[in-house]
């Protein structure tokens, strides 16, 4: 299956979807398949479908989260670097990672 194929078959079952959306979510359950000719299937398609936001929304709410600790570390001044602030900043490394992870078949950070 090509990834207009599973577009149109997106947009076929869920036609409110934004194009953006429809992007993401081909890419993402393109990715998450081994062999693409298994989202024929009805079930295995909304199976897939349902993971790839599940991930996406994990990651979505990761990234929030983290983005407000770096507004809380940012606040803080470059008066003094501590240990916590070196934590924060290597947390916020790895859920980018984990957020590019979610769009390349291969993961970005060990």
Request: with cysteine; aromatic share 4%; glycine share 2%.
């Amino acid at each position: 299956m090509q990834c207009h194929e599973l577009a149109e078959r997106l947009i076929k079952l869920q036609p409110q979807l934004t194009p953006h959306e429809v992007a993401r979510l081909s890419l993402l359950i393109l990715n998450d398949v081994t062999e693409p000719s298994e989202l024929a299937d009805d079930q295995a398609l909304l199976r897939h479908w349902n993971s790839a936001c599940f991930r996406l929304q994990a990651a979505s709410d990761q990234h929030a989260a983290m983005s407000d600790e770096l507004d809380d570390l940012a606040g803080d001044g470059p008066i003094k670097f501590e240990p916590e602030q070196i934590w924060t900043l290597l947390r916020a490394i790895k859920v980018q990672s984990q957020l590019l992870d979610l769009y390349i078949e291969e993961p970005s950070l060990v």
